[in-house]
């Protein structure tokens, strides 16, 4: 694996850092944290995210402590830093997350699982999906991953863990005050599922979690104290579904199956092997007859380093099922929240995939049943890309390049295993998203702004409105209007007589409203439009509330 660290910094580049400055901030959360960042800043607020001038309990302060570092704003007089220097950070932190798996995994089944299991961690689909939206997130699971990879070292009673406990608990000390309790507790959950399948109470005990939850409790008193005491009980209800606590949850009985679905296409491309690399964490590699006494050839070190080998499994398995259950709590949270338990399953693959190379023909028929089923999902995805893109003009093209990408990448693999080229199968498998996220980014990402960004519709409002005019919008103010526009939103409902006291220094009153709801304000107000700005998700829009209607309304 001579040529593994090229091969991992040319994949975190093409997928973590390519198109960082292509497009403005996007709705999906990158737009509201910046918009808080903002508003800490401007109104001297160190306490209490706000969002619109009100509390925002949706993750805790912190969360947005490194954004506020990258982007060097501390004072009202510096400009705004551009969208790619917290992106930057992010898909640095996630490089970070990479990187801790890779040592987590070389402990545990050497320095090949190691960087395969990196390898593939780099190039699934929710690594970079999570660094360009959710940095909340990725910093929670790259602070719980150090905490869990030391906890799991103390529980297997590794030599020199002891004295790395300490440490544990500091990172997940700093999970708890970036995402949240849940981000700070599912690793220590994951060495007591551990020990409660194993029936043995010894890896509990090596990890001391009493002497861990009172280091936590004194990490968390001072702001989740001062949180508590502001805001009442309520906010320890926000707290629970940090960093998620101000997303809405659907029926309960949604959560097992979200969890579940997004662990599968998080982990796409490689979610085809997860299954054959969970059957395989029981896999005895060097010793066969693992249930009979050690033969003449068995070697003691070989019979022990066997038994570690799949302990270890064993808790990764766990920790993949506690890093899985905040989501099966609240089925509200995006498909980002699935990223703390993507590098467990990265480095169930990377052992798998270690002794595949080290043996191709023993693992040629699972690799093959990963690569037909691999197959299966990136030609229905295809299909699915293809149908699409009829319907979205303005990405038309990139969403068919797209769909050659799928199609042609999800068949290698199947094509390679069919020549009996087991580890060439396995390399095909980074390809996906490897050549998909970088188009994804650069060309098709800016080409659907309007889908996903209202930066076009404020822009336009700063050059056609007069200052200071207000813009009346009858939905929620997406976040990225509210950060690029600088202007005065007023809620209001499709009537004309509400228009009135919203006139601007022209005597005509400005509107956002959703494309669905066009024909509604229309008949509401009774007055013509003129349309100035109309995108896929929003329509920019002035009215004249005293002139009736003479004629059907106006687009353009």
């Not at 580049?13 to 401007?42: N, P, S």
């Not at 982007?71 to 705004?80: A, N, Y």
Request: charged letters at 20%.
């Amino acid at each position: 694996m001579r040529f593994a660290p090229f091969a991992l910094a040319l994949l975190c580049a093409l997928t973590l850092f390519t198109g960082l400055d292509r497009v403005g901030y996007l709705d999906a959360r990158e737009a509201r944290d910046a918009c808080v960042r903002r508003e800490l800043i401007h109104n001297k607020e160190f306490l209490t995210p706000l969002y619109a001038n009100d509390p925002l309990l949706e993750k805790p302060i912190f969360a947005y402590l490194p954004d506020m570092i990258a982007g060097g704003r501390w004072r009202r007089s510096v400009p705004e830093p551009p969208p790619w220097r917290s992106r930057a950070i992010r898909a640095i932190a996630a490089v970070a997350l990479v990187l801790v798996t890779a040592s987590a995994a070389a402990r545990n089944f050497g320095r090949v699982a190691g960087a395969w299991s990196a390898l593939v961690l780099a190039s699934t689909l929710g690594l970079p999906l999570a660094a360009r939206m959710d940095g909340a997130q990725v910093w929670g699971a790259l602070f719980s991953w150090i905490g869990c990879a030391a906890l799991a070292d103390a529980a297997l009673d590794r030599r020199g863990s002891n004295r790395r406990l300490v440490g544990a608990y500091l990172a997940l000390a700093a999970a708890l005050l970036v995402a949240g309790p849940l981000a700070a507790l599912w690793p220590i959950g994951g060495i007591a599922l551990f020990a409660a399948l194993a029936r043995d109470r010894a890896p509990l005990r090596r990890i001391h979690p009493l002497a861990g939850f009172a280091l936590l409790a004194g990490a968390a008193l001072p702001w989740y104290g001062a949180m508590l005491d502001l805001n009442g009980p309520g906010f320890l209800v926000h707290a629970l579904g940090f960093p998620y606590g101000a997303e809405h949850g659907g029926a309960w009985f949604l959560g097992p199956l979200f969890a579940l679905s997004f662990l599968v296409i998080g982990f796409h491309p490689w979610s085809a092997l997860a299954p054959e690399a969970m059957l395989h964490a029981a896999t005895w590699w060097r010793f066969a007859p693992r249930r009979e006494a050690p033969g003449p050839g068995a070697e003691p070190d070989t019979l022990a380093r066997e038994r570690d080998e799949e302990s270890a499994a064993h808790v990764l398995i766990a920790a993949l099922v506690a890093a899985l259950i905040p989501i099966a709590l609240h089925s509200g949270v995006p498909l980002t929240a699935v990223l703390p338990a993507l590098p467990a399953v990265a480095m169930l693959c990377g052992r798998l995939i270690a002794h595949a190379f080290e043996d191709p023909e023993r693992l040629a028929r699972p690799v093959a049943r990963a690569a037909r089923m691999m197959a299966l999902v990136g030609s229905s995805a295809a299909l699915l890309l293809a149908m699409v893109a009829p319907r979205v003009p303005e990405a038309a093209a990139d969403l068919r390049l797209l769909a050659a990408i799928a199609f042609l990448t999800s068949w290698l693999p199947l094509l390679a295993t069919w020549r009996n080229r087991t580890r060439i199968a396995i390399a095909l498998m980074t390809l996906p998203v490897l050549l998909g996220m970088p188009v994804a980014t650069t060309y098709l990402m800016p080409d659907m702004e309007g889908y996903l960004s209202a930066r076009t519709v404020a822009d336009v409002m700063e050059r056609q409105a007069p200052i200071y005019a207000p813009l009346a919008i009858l939905d929620e103010a997406p976040p990225s209007l509210r950060y690029y526009g600088h202007i005065n939103l007023e809620r209001v409902t499709s009537r004309a007589a509400a228009l009135r006291d919203l006139r601007a220094k022209d005597g005509l009153a400005y509107v956002a409203f959703p494309p669905a709801r066009e024909h509604e304000f229309a008949r509401g107000v009774a007055v013509p439009l003129e349309i100035l700005r109309r995108t896929p998700s929003l329509v920019l829009a002035r009215v004249d509330p005293e002139r009736p209607l003479t004629e059907a309304p106006q687009g353009q």
